[in-house]
């Protein structure tokens, strides 16, 4: 009876974990949506700017790529298709391939730090311009690049913790 009873209590966590890393991947998918959604700046006459919005660019492209693998290789070690319906043929990642992915998501970190390093410089630059129509795509420019850090630091955030969980979980 002991064993059932703990086998329940394990079935009912085990759920739990499953259903809030559901919310946290939709969560995730809503804030991909808003990166994806925004529209890329044309280039202006600043090289720091410039600069910044194309690191942005890549990092938006970076997490695309990363989060679309993790999201596949959470469902799939959980034994289920992206729909989330129950998949016993599934093919489940390694533990290889998981380390493979927290490693470029670990890039996709240092991607984020060095494009937030741009930011003060991008702005100083910004600062020099005194001309208002070359102001207005310089802010588009500047605006773009802000936001994408803003999300892109939530979004790597919860792949970092989402890639650890997933490791642990097949490793065991």
Do not use: W
Not at 12 to 37: D, G
Request: aromatic share 6%; net charge neutral; glycine share 2%.
């Amino acid at each position: 009876m002991k064993k059932l009873i703990y086998l329940f209590v394990a079935v009912v966590f085990a759920t739990q974990a499953f259903a809030q890393n559901v919310e946290e991947i939709k969560k995730s998918q809503e804030r991909l949506e808003k990166l994806f959604k925004l529209e890329v700046p044309a280039p202006c006459d600043l090289t720091k700017v410039n600069q910044l919005a194309n690191e942005s660019e890549k990092i938006v492209n970076e997490l695309k790529t990363t989060a679309t693998l993790l999201h596949k290789y959470y469902y799939n070690l959980n034994g289920k298709t992206e729909e989330g319906n129950d998949d016993a043929n599934v093919a489940t990642p390694s533990v290889a391939e998981l380390v493979a992915l927290s490693v470029s998501i670990k890039k996709e970190t240092e991607a984020i730090q060095n494009a937030n390093k741009l930011l003060p410089e991008a702005t100083k630059e910004m600062k020099t311009v005194k001309n208002p129509m070359k102001l207005k795509a310089i802010k588009k420019s500047m605006d773009y690049s802000s936001e994408v850090m803003a999300l892109a630091v939530e979004e790597n955030a919860a792949e970092l913790k989402l890639i650890t969980e997933l490791i642990e979980q097949a490793g065991k």
